[in-house]
């Protein structure tokens, strides 16, 4: 197995990513234009791993591309800086990979640092989805979304559908990623065996710039899937309406010296705008047929039960060697 993660002035978090990554056979880090010494100082750390110094931030679908490029094990693990996973859940998925050949990525339950569970599966970004509080599940279930902060991919699969599209420069690439290879008749599981601790927000420094830059990307990539998933004229609906709403939601926030609110929405109406003047977005024909999450295990959770329409199980393969 290869890990590949995916750097950006993460500085401050080089000394736990490498005590995290150093037993690791094969790593594979690359640094998207950190002007911090993230770079060098991985390397210092981790003299075993691999780096690949970008010279600008080509966001994170690229960046994992060409660090997938480079993987020549069966599996690779996609992790995030501030994300960590123990041996234990490690060979958990590993062991769900393996018993599901269908299987093109395999997820972890994600936990913040409080203990409260994080959103690690759902179903498609464009589906109405059940006002009701996230639920860890009982069982392996298959979803059309999974959390790409820790993810387990065959290393196969991921390349016969050409990776990651990279006109999504942040967010909503590993919504595109799980559809695709969905399309492409893989599944796409969370394995809640397996657990992974996710601090958030954590992969740079925060700052007012790189909350206002995260926004901007969240509103734009919202619109590509959109526009590619939902078709052009969803897409402009989408885009009017958020920047109808963000000019008042940044003033009213503003005037309350709410600098977090009135930074998000100034992003988005800012995104929004530039998404209204510019020219369209390619437009993917034929979405995937939509179909909610469904859970593979014997004995599923009743909710899950309720919530989401059971597929087949998937088949098993008892017999087939476990591959890191």
């Known amino acids: 197995m290869t890990v590949v993660c995916v750097t950006y002035q993460s500085r401050a978090l080089a000394e736990p990513l490498a005590e995290r990554l150093r037993p690791f056979a094969h790593v594979i880090l690359v640094d998207n234009g950190s002007t911090d010494g993230t770079a060098s100082a991985l390397q210092r750390l981790i003299p075993h791993a691999r780096i690949l110094q970008r010279e600008d ?34 060979d958990a998925l590993v062991r769900c990979m393996d018993r599901y050949p269908t299987a093109g990525a395999v997820a972890p339950q994600g936990w913040r640092a409080d203990r409260r569970p994080q959103k690690s599966f759902r179903p498609a970004f464009f589906e109405r989805q ?36 990279e006109q999504f420069f942040l967010y909503y690439e590993d919504d595109d990623l799980c559809l695709r290879l969905r399309r492409a008749g893989y599944e796409c599981l969370l394995d809640p065996a397996a657990n992974a601790l996710h ?8 700052s007012s710039a790189l909350s206002l830059f995260k926004a901007f990307h969240y509103c734009r990539s919202r619109h590509l899937a959109i526009c590619k998933y939902e ?46 003047v ?28 309720r919530a989401w329409a059971p597929r087949h199980p998937l088949p098993l393969n008892e017999d087939r060697p476990a591959e890191r």
């Open 57 to 90: 931030n080509g966001g994170f679908g690229k960046a994992n591309n060409e660090g997938m490029a480079q993987v020549l094990t069966p599996m690779a693990l996609l992790l995030n800086p501030d994300c960590s996973i123990d041996d234990d859940a490690l």
């Open 130 to 165: 059940a006002r009701q509080g996230y639920r860890v599940p009982d069982a392996v279930c298959s979803a059309q979304w999974l959390n790409g902060c820790c993810l387990l991919l065959r290393t196969d699969a991921f390349h016969q559908i050409g990776g990651f599209d």
């Open 199 to 206: 601090a958030g927000g954590g992969s740079s420094s925060p």
């Open 231 to 276: 078709g052009r004229r969803a897409g402009r609906r989408y885009l009017a309406r958020t920047l109808l709403a963000a000019v008042p939601l940044m003033l009213a926030y503003g005037l309350m010296l709410q600098r977090r609110h009135a930074m998000k929405w100034l992003g988005w109406g800012a995104a929004a705008a530039c998404g209204l």
């Open 278 to 305: 510019a020219r369209r977005p390619r437009e993917v024909p034929g979405r995937e047929p939509t179909r909610r999450p469904h859970v593979v295990a014997k004995r599923p959770i009743e909710p899950l039960r």
